[in-house]
């Protein structure tokens, strides 16, 4: 299996990640750093946010969120 579980950074630590969606399949850039990840199970979720680190051989992705703009 290829799939990696995304975890979100807690203040911008990658000591204790928040999981965020396991078994994803596909990290899909899409526009103002959203991400559109999928998982085997066709589950999707939107992420706001950058990739902090990639652990390719853990499966592990990390993101870090950005912060909506108000208004």
Not at 2 to 19: D, F, R
Not at 30 to 47: A, M, V, Y
């Amino acid at each position: 299996m290829c799939e990696a579980n995304v975890y979100i950074a807690k203040n911008g630590s990658e000591e204790e990640p928040e999981l965020y969606l396991s078994a994803v399949d596909s990290v899909i850039p899409e526009e103002n750093d959203h991400w559109r990840l999928t998982s085997i199970f066709g589950e999707q979720k939107i992420l706001h946010g950058r990739i902090k680190s990639m652990h390719l051989v853990d499966h592990r992705i990390i993101f870090e969120t950005i912060e909506e703009p108000a208004g």
